[in-house]
């Protein structure tokens, strides 16, 4: 095995046992896919380097935050950060539609979807049910496309989940979290959009009824 392959490997391995977040984006990347991809796109010097020190800390890699950071912040490419959830401001349009009519909820008979008044080609990504993951890069979404964000035939359908729709132009999100109101138990479903150099994030309840997206979800 060529000493470039051993390296991948090795920081693939340690990657994988490593579970820090990004600060503010991590609802539109996988993490760990995207640390991968950067420190690959490196020399193969840097490549070494990078495993050498994955060798040198065992499971927990100290420069994984490091690297995370890094990314984070160049993904966020300066853009202003706004977190309007405990204001009363609101966004007025998304993606030139009013902000009230761009998410629409769908309650069936098996689980609750999502539309989103779009029309475009988006890398999408959700996560939900533990661990699950599902990402697709160039698909296109319509209003009528619908997302399937509970599905109580499924395991673990009580699991707190969020869709991403990401494109040049525009970033949008939803995302069932904890409100961080100290309210102990508690969920909310958060709003993300960047759009204009701006990413905003917002509690969706002030748009939309958020009531069947949150029904089940486990505190």
Not at 40 to 63: H, I, N, Y
């Amino acid at each position: 095995m060529k000493r470039l392959e051993r390296d991948v490997i090795t920081i693939k391995r340690t990657i994988d046992a490593n579970y820090d977040k990004f600060k503010t984006l991590g609802v539109f990347f996988l993490e760990k896919n995207t640390v991968l991809n950067a420190v690959l796109s490196l020399s193969e010097e840097e490549v070494a380097k990078a495993a050498a020190d994955c060798r040198e800390a065992g499971v927990r890699w100290r420069m994984f935050a490091k690297h995370l950071n890094k990314i984070e912040t160049a993904l966020l490419d300066g853009c202003e950060v706004r977190d309007l959830s405990q204001t009363e401001e609101t966004l007025d349009t998304i993606g030139g539609t009013t902000a009230k009519d761009f998410v629409k909820v769908y309650p069936r008979a098996d689980g609750v979807q999502v539309s989103f008044a779009v029309n475009g080609t988006f890398s999408v990504l959700s996560k939900m049910n533990r661990n699950g993951k599902f990402t697709v890069d160039g698909m296109g979404v319509t209003p009528e496309t619908r997302f399937t964000v509970v599905n109580e035939l499924l395991p673990f359908w009580e699991d707190r989940y969020s869709v991403a729709l990401r494109n040049e132009d525009l970033w949008i999100a939803i995302s069932v979290e904890d409100p961080k109101i100290g309210k102990k138990g508690s969920a909310c479903v958060k709003l993300y959009v960047k759009e204009n150099g701006v990413l905003t994030m917002d509690n969706l309840a002030k748009y939309t009824d958020t009531t069947e997206l949150l029904r089940w979800i486990n505190p």
